[in-house]
Every structure is written in structure tokens, then in C-alpha cells.
């Protein structure tokens, strides 16, 4: 069983800056994949970045690309999402997700609000 915990979000203006944390319980974080969806009232989740196991790729929904960063800190069990030049249509629930082979996890999300 993995636990992840998702931190950072919060309440921003458009243009603004936020890093996102998400760290996770187990032992099988590095050989893992890791990816940020989001959610949206009255959307479906949708993928907003993600990355390998040993962090050498990195994949981005078009929405995102140029303003978010996706990166991984092994030995600390973590990984983040930078984000820059936000937009009010990137609120949502932001959550953190692990995959390896069959088992994929989780975490409770953490709110993201952009003002306009």
C-alpha cells in the first residue's frame, strides 16, 4: 500500500506562482511513475504532467506546456509541480499519482484557486 500526500496548493492571482509537493509513503517510490492530474467542477480528471521512475521524462498536457515543471526528488520520496503564469482556468483539485505495473495510487487531492 502506498499513501501519498499532496501539499502547496492554495489561493493565488492569475500570474502568479505556486510548487505543489506530493510525498509518498512505501518503498517503491523510485521505480515508479509519478503524474499530476487535476480536476475541475463538472469536468473530468485530466492528466496535467507526468514523469518516469528515474526522472528522465517528463510528459505535459498541451494546457500546461512552457508554464508547468514536473520534477521528482528520490531520496525524499517526492515529487512536485512548479507552476508559473497561472490562470484562473487552472483551478482545481490537483492530485498527486503513482503508477507501477498494475497498482496505481492515489492521494486526497489539495485545492488550487486562481483569481482573476
Known amino acids: 500500500q502506498v499513501q501519498l500526500v499532496e501539499s502547496g496548493g492554495g489561493l493565488v492571482q492569475a500570474g502568479g506562482s505556486l510548487r505543489l509537493s506530493c510525498t509518498a509513503s512505501?518503498?517503491?517510490?523510485?521505480?515508479?511513475?509519478m503524474n499530476w492530474y487535476r480536476q475541475s467542477p463538472g469536468k473530468q480528471r485530466e492528466l496535467v504532467a507526468g514523469?518516469?521512475?528515474?526522472?528522465?521524462?517528463?510528459t505535459y498536457a498541451d494546457f500546461v506546456k512552457g508554464r508547468f515543471t514536473i520534477s521528482r526528488d528520490n531520496a525524499k520520496n517526492t515529487v512536485y509541480l512548479q507552476m508559473n503564469s497561472l490562470k484562473p482556468e487552472d483551478t482545481a483539485v490537483y492530485y498527486c499519482?503513482?503508477?507501477?505495473?498494475?497498482?496505481?495510487?492515489w492521494g486526497q487531492g489539495t485545492q488550487v484557486t486562481v483569481s482573476s
Open positions: 512505501g518503498r517503491d517510490f523510485s521505480i515508479s511513475g
Open positions: 514523469i518516469s521512475s528515474s526522472g528522465g521524462s517528463t
Open positions: 499519482n503513482s503508477r507501477l505495473l498494475d497498482y496505481v495510487f
